[in-house]
C-alpha cells in the first residue's frame, strides 16, 4: 500500500477554509483516497472517499490532480470543533480490511 | 440506526492478568477489524475477521487474539498483560470488509495496565 505524507499540524481560525495537502507517490490504480477525522478519546470517523477530480460530500471537498499523486482535503468555513487530527490514507479495493494510518495532521482552529 | 459499541470503555488490569474485550459492529456489518492507539505507535492494524474467519493480521505477538460470533459480535483477548499493552483499543466495522468501503469505528475500550 502506498506510504502518505502529511504535515504534522495546521493552525487556522474559525471561518477560514482549511486545505491539508497528502503526498502519495506510490499510489496504485486500484488505490483510493480516504480520510479520517479523529477527536481525543474517540475513535476516527469517516470523512471522505474518492478516486480522481473532485469529491464533495457536507462535510468536505477532496481534490485529486490527474496524476493522483497527491490529494487535499478542503474544510469550508472551520469551527473549533474542527481541532482535531486528521488522517489521510490510501486503500486498495480487495478482501482485505487492512487500513494503514500514518501520523496524522493536528488542526487547531483558533477563535 | 446503532453506532459500533465497544465494552468496556475503561479498564484496569496488571502485568501478567489477561483481558477480554467486546465489539458489537454496526447492524448488517460482517466485517470487524481490530486497532491499538499509543501516543508512541499511533493506530497499528491488530486483526480482521469476516464471516467468523480471520482475514488478516497486523504484527503482534500471539498473546493477541480475536473472535467473531455468528451474528458478527467479535471479541478481543490478550494474554499474559504487559506494561506496554496499555492503550486505546478500537473496534471498526464495515459492510463487507473491502478496503475502500468505509470502517466505522467505536470509541474504543481504553486499557491501562498497572
Known amino acids: 500500500l502506498a506510504k502518505t505524507t502529511q504535515p504534522i499540524s495546521m493552525d487556522s481560525y474559525e471561518g477560514q477554509e482549511v486545505n491539508i495537502t497528502c503526498s502519495h507517490n506510490?499510489?496504485?490504480?486500484?488505490?483510493?483516497i480516504t480520510w479520517y477525522q479523529q477527536f481525543p478519546s474517540q475513535g476516527p470517523r469517516f470523512i471522505i472517499q474518492g478516486y480522481k477530480t473532485k469529491v464533495t460530500n457536507e462535510v468536505a471537498s477532496l481534490f485529486i490532480p490527474a496524476d493522483r499523486k497527491s490529494s487535499t482535503l478542503s474544510l469550508p468555513r472551520v469551527s473549533l470543533s474542527d481541532t482535531a487530527v486528521y488522517y489521510c490514507l490510501v486503500v486498495r479495493y480487495s478482501s482485505a480490511s487492512k487500513i494503514i494510518f500514518g501520523s496524522g495532521t493536528r488542526l487547531s482552529i483558533r477563535p | 440506526k446503532a453506532g459500533v459499541t465497544q465494552t468496556p470503555r475503561y479498564l484496569i488490569k496488571t502485568r501478567g492478568q489477561q483481558v477480554t474485550l467486546s465489539c458489537s459492529p454496526i447492524?448488517?456489518?460482517?466485517?470487524v477489524s481490530w486497532y491499538q492507539q499509543t501516543p508512541g505507535q499511533g493506530l497499528q492494524f491488530l486483526f480482521e475477521?469476516?464471516?467468523?474467519?480471520?482475514?488478516n493480521k497486523g504484527n503482534f505477538p500471539g498473546r493477541f487474539s480475536g473472535r467473531q460470533f455468528s451474528n458478527s459480535r467479535s471479541e478481543m483477548n490478550v494474554s499474559t498483560l504487559e506494561l506496554g499493552d496499555s492503550a486505546l483499543y478500537l473496534c471498526?466495522?464495515?459492510?463487507?470488509?473491502?478496503?475502500?468501503?468505509?470502517?466505522?469505528f467505536g470509541d474504543g475500550t481504553r486499557l491501562s495496565i498497572l
Open positions: 475477521y469476516f464471516s467468523e474467519t480471520q482475514r
Open positions: 506510490n499510489i496504485a490504480t486500484n488505490d483510493y
Open positions: 471498526a466495522s464495515s459492510l463487507e470488509g473491502h478496503s475502500n468501503q468505509p470502517q466505522h
Open positions: 447492524s448488517g456489518h460482517r466485517s
